[in-house]
């Protein structure tokens, strides 16, 4: 997600719910026996005490091992978003059904999930927020939800036995006007309305808006697209185009197919007036812009430079890791660019304004697909890995074309580093609140910088490319690039990096002894 045309405003901190299974709590719950939606008053609510103790299941239930079902964990353990993805199961595929009908009007959803049980499960949840609940069944049987917050808490009415396949289908009215807000760069997410249809925005957990998800960066599954629209509009999703049926209702069906696993972050459905722009990339890639119908010709000078910042970033950073790439040009307000997995968001000002800027921005996104899309990060204290990587290329490209010069960039950011780590902590250090606030930027750009400066430019180039050819398609943290630098490097750079990365002061720069950190204020 890039930053640049909305600086980081004032820390405003968000209130989490946060489950202690040790407290009883009063909850709504909806016994789901059939298709019944229910809203508003009509809704069935009833106490449900969670105890923090739950008496097994009998013995004909237990997995082969003899292990006792009991229920997943509300959340996979990420210290700063506890209750982010979730326990006892695996995602092995997403399919996602919507019936839109016009911008901010609710319409019939249908999520279907398939996964594989890591434990024997007696209730497993998913990451679930708003939106109406009709019905959810587990392989067919109707199931028993639980809305506690942002969690959806499902019995199924039998125990899933430790290493099976179950199929997960939760029957909703989605809500397209649900957004939220964070007081970093990230600012308004979830579902943002244009004149004539959506784009989405879930990073960093607004998934959970649209559709019901296990729903941590580090968590990827494929997914298939179905949107059905008016005739008048066209849907886009993440990968291929597989279907475009016409209904006998006049309404067409699109179906897309993700191609490779996607982080429920990273997922991109949108609906408009779209024209579908078709070029090519470097090796035959395929690059497919999606763009408002009266923004083709105005967009067109700085969408048509991405085989350039294709070819400039795979001399860097070796081949691009997916099979397509495209710019979606977002018919929004907001000042927000996202790295939706081979779609990324560019809003229409970054494209009308700047050439400096709209680069720079383009350049990041793209970035994000080698650091952030391909190798996700293990926790979100990793985010630097992300962000960092993303500006640094985006400051390295504008280097030579027409932006201030890296050394500049990173001296400023040098000198304000240690307020950074005073206000927002220390790059592999932040709090939610913080999460993408300028030091997970600029801030974390310079640690790299720092590297670059320490072990020499070839060096540099070596570790990069092994980091994203190493890990591609998996998750990696912060104690995995120490590890891999050092070892490229041939020496131990756990003594360089952990001060850089960890705590309060910034270490002196290599090779720039007249660089002095501004004194913290406040």
Known sequence: MSAFTRPPGTQSRRSRLRRDPRVRRTVLVLALTGAVGVTGAAALVASLRQEEHHSPAPGPSASASGAAPSPGAPGIGDPLVPLDGNGGYTVRHYTLDFDWQA?????????????????????????????TLHTVTVDGAPATAVRDGDELVVTPAKPIPDGSAFTVRVAYTADPTQRRHRGDAIGDYGWVPTPDGTVLYPQPNGAKMIFPANDHPSLRAPFTFRITTPPDLTAVANGRLVQRARRPDGRVRWTYDSEQPVAPQLVQMAIGRFAFVDGTGPRGLPVRDVVPDGLVTDTEGYRSLTPEHLAWLERRLGPYPFRRYGVLVGDTDLPVALETQSLSVVPRADLLGDQVDAERDLVHELTHHWTGDSVAIRRWSDLWLSEGHARYYERLYSDTHGGDS??????????QHDQWRHDDGAPAEPTEATLFKRMRYDGSALVLYALREKVGEETFGRIERSWVSRYR??????????????????????????????????????GHPDWVVDPVEG
Not at 479 to 494: H, K, Y
């Open 103 to 131: 911008p901010r009007t609710p319409f019939q959803a249908d999520t279907t999930i398939s996964a594989t049980a890591t434990q024997a499960l007696s209730r497993f949840d998913l990451d679930f927020a708003g939106n």
């Open 406 to 415: 890296m050394e500049a960039a990173m001296r400023a950011a040098y000198e």
């Open 473 to 510: 398609g998996r998750a990696a943290g912060t104690r995995d690039f120490i590890a891999l630098a050092s070892e490229v490097a041939g020496r131990d750079l756990t003594a360089f990096l952990t001060p850089w990365l960890y705590g309060p002061h910034t270490p002196p720069m290599p």
